[in-house]
């Protein structure tokens, strides 16, 4: 079992930064991915990034490439989502994820956070 918790959501003004904080626990990371989706009022939860636990290898969904970065600290089993430049249609609740298949987080998620809310205003 993976238990994740996210922290570091909030209220901020488009064209401002936010960094999200995912804190792991339980068993080893090591043949995992963890990464973000997020979901809007109305919508589907929506992959966002993800990071492989071994050799740190990211990959993005085109509407935050240039804008989002994720990164991992192994020592403190915590993943961050760094979100620049944010915009009102980033408005949604984030989630962080962890998954046994380290390049198809997008479709295969063994765990999953309780969200926290990210609000952007115009």
Request: proline letters at 2%; glycine letters at 10%.
């Amino acid at each position: 079992q993976v238990q994740l918790v996210e922290s570091g959501g909030g209220l901020v003004q488009a064209g401002d930064s936010l960094r999200l904080s995912c804190a792991a626990s339980g068993r080893t990371l090591i043949s995992y991915a963890m990464g973000w989706f997020r979901q809007a009022p109305g919508k589907e939860r929506e992959f966002v990034a993800a990071i492989t636990w071994s050799v740190g290898f990211t990959y993005y969904t085109d509407s935050v490439k240039g804008r989002f970065t994720i990164s991992r600290d192994t020592a403190k089993t915590t993943v961050y989502l760094q979100m620049n430049s944010l915009k009102p249609e980033d408005t949604a609740v984030y989630y962080c994820a962890a998954g046994a298949r380290p390049l198809e987080l997008r479709r295969f998620v063994d765990y999953w956070g309780q969200g926290t809310q990210v609000t952007v205003s115009s």
